[in-house]
């Protein structure tokens, strides 16, 4: 009988996976289904992205590149980063890896273990949950409250603070609810981590290029009075519609490069050389396809908002961020997951129930808005008809 570490009983799962499975399964059925589930760009990574892997595969870069990745990109990510926010970035401290996903694990394994509290967004992206579980750290939600506009409050962030707690994670643009934190939020909580100069932070901030309404994204990286402790998680899964290619970046404090390189060392030697040119071409060449991307985000993020608006019992706050609606359907009558599990079995339409991002996303479902202003019209159809035919279950 084989017995694998208790600690696997405990490591979690993303149910849009499991959702995208299902939505898959009933498309090969014949079925026509509308995926509003899976979060991730709807459109081809951009040509010259595309053609500077190929090149690079032509041009013979087929081995090892430095488990760090190679420089010139890391410098791009330093430079990158300075356009865009005007901060300083040493390209050593910068790590290419296979997917945002990867800085997340790394973190929580550097700060996990029993007896320690690791805070994390709830709802929030649910491997950090997972993550911190699997180390045997208690995982300390911290509320994202739509009252709050789907903010992260400072006040209550800090509250939250124990001795034991060692790291904390907090997500703006955030998935699911779309929410951006305001800056003064921020500064507000930089100013309270003063008095906690032992905790690390992890600042996902993979939807960073994706504001609305004039906002501009504040990063974590512009504050100096915490940069020997923030971890800084970016990639270019979202940015550049590259999901599949698994390229993202994370920016270390000095104390914790060595220990997030030799993790690297020790499970995948480095990011596929090829996508590392791809990512490099990504960030030098030029911005046309984000701006355009980030555009019809948009437009379809007003239809989705003003569609859900107009459904019976449905009421959805307007996302600043990412591409994701999360409207409160608590007046339906249903609960979430019942309620997204019956919309893709007998609607035809995928959406994610709000616990599967933690306990304070009941009444909520997730709609990823990454998909054509035509299928999402179509969705919204649906689930008009679906609310106003179907008796809660
Ligand atoms: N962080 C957040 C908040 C996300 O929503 C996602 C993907 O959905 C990731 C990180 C992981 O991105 P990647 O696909 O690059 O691993």
């Given at each position: 009988m084989l017995h694998i570490v208790d600690s696997f009983g405990r490591i979690g799962e993303e149910n849009a996976f499991a959702v995208l499975a299902r939505a898959t399964e009933l498309q090969r059925q014949g079925k026509d289904i509308i995926n509003l589930g899976i979060g991730q760009p709807d459109f081809s990574t951009p040509d010259h992205i595309v053609e500077a892997a190929i090149k690079a595969l032509r041009d013979g870069h087929h081995g090892y590149t430095p488990a760090t990745g190679i420089l010139p990109l890391r410098e791009a990510v330093a430079a990158d980063l300075h356009k865009r926010f005007g901060v300083e970035v040493n390209p050593d401290l910068v790590l290419i890896v296979p997917g945002g996903k990867v800085t997340m694990h790394m973190a929580i394994l550097m700060f996990g273990e029993p007896g320690v509290d690791i805070l994390y967004p709830d709802p929030g992206f649910p491997i950090y949950r997972s993550m911190i579980e699997f180390t045997g750290a208690n995982p300390i939600p911290v509320p994202i409250r739509e009252e709050n506009g789907f903010a992260f409050s400072a006040e209550e962030t800090l509250s939250l603070i124990t001795p034991k707690t060692k790291l904390l994670i907090i997500n703006s643009p955030a998935n699911p609810t779309g929410g951006v934190t305001p800056k003064a939020e921020i500064d507000k909580l930089v100013k309270g981590l003063a008095q906690f100069p032992d905790v690390a932070i992890m600042s996902?901030?993979?939807?960073?290029?994706?504001?609305?309404?004039g906002l501009a994204h504040q990063t974590l990286l512009a504050y100096p009075e915490i940069r020997d402790r923030l971890i800084l998680l970016d990639g270019w899964s979202k940015t550049y519609a590259m999901t599949g290619w698994r390229m993202g970046y994370s920016i270390w404090p000095k104390a914790l490069y060595e220990a997030a390189r030799k993790l690297a060392v020790n499970s995948y030697s480095c990011v596929n050389a090829s996508a590392q040119f791809a990512g490099l071409a990504a960030l030098t060449g030029p911005q046309d396809a984000v701006t355009s991307m980030v555009e019809e985000f948009d437009r379809r993020r007003k239809i989705v908002v003003e569609g859900l608006n107009a459904l019976p019992g449905v009421r959805a706050a307007t996302p600043k961020g990412a591409f994701y609606a999360f409207p409160n359907i608590a007046e339906t009558g249903w609960k979430a997951k019942p309620l997204a599990s019956a919309l893709l079995e007998e609607a035809g339409v995928a959406t994610i129930g709000g616990p599967d991002f933690g306990v304070f996303g009941e009444g909520y479902i997730r709609l990823s808005y990454a998909n054509s202003a035509e299928n999402i019209r179509r969705a919204l159809e649906r689930m008009r008809d679906f609310l106003t035919t179907h008796q809660p279950k």
């Amino acid at each position: 009988m084989l017995h694998i570490v208790d600690s696997f009983g405990r490591i979690g799962e993303e149910n849009a996976f499991a959702v995208l499975a299902r939505a898959t399964e009933l498309q090969r059925q014949g079925k026509d289904i509308i995926n509003l589930g899976i979060g991730q760009p709807d459109f081809s990574t951009p040509d010259h992205i595309v053609e500077a892997a190929i090149k690079a595969l032509r041009d013979g870069h087929h081995g090892y590149t430095p488990a760090t990745g190679i420089l010139p990109l890391r410098e791009a990510v330093a430079a990158d980063l300075h356009k865009r926010f005007g901060v300083e970035v040493n390209p050593d401290l910068v790590l290419i890896v296979p997917g945002g996903k990867v800085t997340m694990h790394m973190a929580i394994l550097m700060f996990g273990e029993p007896g320690v509290d690791i805070l994390y967004p709830d709802p929030g992206f649910p491997i950090y949950r997972s993550m911190i579980e699997f180390t045997g750290a208690n995982p300390i939600p911290v509320p994202i409250r739509e009252e709050n506009g789907f903010a992260f409050s400072a006040e209550e962030t800090l509250s939250l603070i124990t001795p034991k707690t060692k790291l904390l994670i907090i997500n703006s643009p955030a998935n699911p609810t779309g929410g951006v934190t305001p800056k003064a939020e921020i500064d507000k909580l930089v100013k309270g981590l003063a008095q906690f100069p032992d905790v690390a932070i992890m600042s996902d901030e993979i939807y960073a290029q994706m504001t609305y309404d004039g906002l501009a994204h504040q990063t974590l990286l512009a504050y100096p009075e915490i940069r020997d402790r923030l971890i800084l998680l970016d990639g270019w899964s979202k940015t550049y519609a590259m999901t599949g290619w698994r390229m993202g970046y994370s920016i270390w404090p000095k104390a914790l490069y060595e220990a997030a390189r030799k993790l690297a060392v020790n499970s995948y030697s480095c990011v596929n050389a090829s996508a590392q040119f791809a990512g490099l071409a990504a960030l030098t060449g030029p911005q046309d396809a984000v701006t355009s991307m980030v555009e019809e985000f948009d437009r379809r993020r007003k239809i989705v908002v003003e569609g859900l608006n107009a459904l019976p019992g449905v009421r959805a706050a307007t996302p600043k961020g990412a591409f994701y609606a999360f409207p409160n359907i608590a007046e339906t009558g249903w609960k979430a997951k019942p309620l997204a599990s019956a919309l893709l079995e007998e609607a035809g339409v995928a959406t994610i129930g709000g616990p599967d991002f933690g306990v304070f996303g009941e009444g909520y479902i997730r709609l990823s808005y990454a998909n054509s202003a035509e299928n999402i019209r179509r969705a919204l159809e649906r689930m008009r008809d679906f609310l106003t035919t179907h008796q809660p279950k």
